[in-house]
């Protein structure tokens, strides 16, 4: 898929000059799970922040909705166009499906093809595997979303 990159990092740091980042982070917590993520400018500035609770079918169906999340909320603040987006994640495997169509699972398939969209519609999209490292805010914004009934989004 056109405009879709990986590496990997070893802590977290403000984007690139030019780029914005998301912080995606997901926790499950007593059969309930949920996300946040927080979009930073290259100086570190906040503007747009997400929380969500999400039904859970396991790890990795889990990590494709806190992604389409993200890519909704990035759509929905009006950023395209802006700055090409860094997405950061904690799962290989996701980021693996999200650029390797043939190997998707057939179960997952349907939100794969609306994160397509959503990348294809914001054109440029770097998928970067964050192994643990998070952003305070964004882990905190995760950890709130189990016990939350409803969605919370923010831009600015």
């Not at 770097?126 to 016990?147: E, I, M």
């Amino acid at each position: 898929m056109g405009g879709v990159s990986n590496s990997v990092i070893a802590g977290w740091s403000p984007p690139e000059a030019g780029f914005v980042k998301f912080n995606v982070v997901g926790v499950v917590k007593d059969n309930k799970a949920g996300c946040g993520g927080a979009l930073w400018t290259e100086k570190g500035q906040i503007r747009a922040l997400f929380m969500d609770p999400v039904d859970i079918f396991g790890d990795d169906f889990a990590g494709l909705i806190f992604v389409k999340l993200a890519l909704k909320v990035f759509v929905e603040a009006n950023w395209i166009g802006k700055a090409p987006l860094i997405m950061e994640l904690d799962s290989k495997r996701v980021i693996y499906w999200i650029q390797n169509a043939v190997h998707r699972p057939w179960n997952w398939w349907s939100i794969l093809v609306i994160i397509n969209k959503l990348v294809k519609k914001i054109g440029q999209v770097h998928f970067v595997y964050a192994s643990n490292v998070k952003s305070a805010l964004a882990l905190g914004l995760a950890r709130d979303g189990p016990v939350r009934a409803n969605s919370f989004k923010a831009r600015w």
